[in-house]
T-cell receptor, first 118, second 114 residues
Framework: AQTVTQSQPEMSVQEAETVTLSCTYDTSESDYYLFWYKQPPSRQMILVIR????KQQNATENRFSVNFQKAAKSFSLKISDSQLGDAAMYFC???????????????WGAGTKLIIKP | NAGVTQTPKFRVLKTGQSMTLLCAQDMNHEYMYWYRQDPGMGLRLIHY???????AKGEVPDGYNVSRLKKQNFLLGLESAAPSQTSVYFC?????????????FGAGTRLSVL
């Protein structure tokens, strides 16, 4: 079974600086998707960025980028120019690729609380 | 732009009581999901649905039932609530297309069972 591990329960960063959140996963599949979701105090889950395993190029969305290391099964999130509004819980999630029977389910990490210091 | 709407937002139950959580989406998504979120853990899938009239068990289905009578609605029922079901419940929905299988979430329901 697939598992997702976020080893940092909490991280803090100074406003305007860069922070990297770690995520590792375990799978025997070759085709899958990885996601980072943000959960602000409002509780609603918001998609930050997505990576397809077959793509070698790291995904980027404005100030958010990932470092996807498929062989190492690592999927870290880098937030540049941190802003107060980035303060939230960040969750890493895994989903099997289209040929897998269980491809409707997201497997989630336990989350990392990101604190932004003004 | 409503997206995914969950009702109620908060609820307190006594052990043994029953209730139904409602999830409604206006994006014409085929797939819908119910998760629970507990402190220090990631979301865990309770049940999901791949279309109107169909449901399936997820990772932690015991003690819950679901129904998807209409495409836009996905109901989660607790027949006899237990303190172990104290949690925050999230509903999500997504398209059928694999390339766009991004899940959109509601704001959650905080449930306390005393």
């Amino acid at each position: 079974a697939q598992t997702v591990t976020q080893s940092q329960p909490e991280m803090s960063v100074q406003e305007a600086e860069t922070v990297t959140l770690s995520c590792t996963y375990d799978t025997s599949e070759s085709d899958y998707y990885l996601f980072w979701y943000k959960q602000p105090p409002s509780r609603q889950m918001i998609l930050v960025i997505r990576q397809e395993a077959y793509k070698q190029q790291n995904a980027t969305e404005n100030r958010f980028s990932v470092n996807f290391q498929k062989a190492a099964k690592s999927f870290s999130l880098k937030i540049s120019d941190s802003q107060l509004g980035d303060a939230a819980m960040y969750f890493c999630a895994y989903r099997s690729g289209p040929l897998m029977d269980s491809n409707y389910q997201l497997i989630w990490g336990a989350g990392t609380k990101l604190i932004i210091k003004p | 732009n409503a997206g995914v709407t969950q009702t109620p937002k908060f609820r307190v139950l006594k052990t043994g009581q029953s209730m139904t959580l409602l999830c409604a989406q206006d994006m014409n998504h085929e797939y819908m999901y119910w998760y629970r979120q507990d402190p220090g853990m990631g979301l865990r899938l309770i049940h999901y649905s791949v279309g109107e009239g169909t449901t399936a068990k997820g990772e932690v289905p015991d003690g819950y039932n679901v129904s998807r009578l209409k495409k836009q609605n996905f109901l989660l029922g607790l027949e006899s609530a237990a303190p172990s079901q104290t949690s925050v419940y999230f509903c999500a929905s997504s398209w059928v297309g694999q390339a766009k299988n991004i899940q959109y979430f509601g704001a959650g329901t905080r449930l306390s069972v005393l």
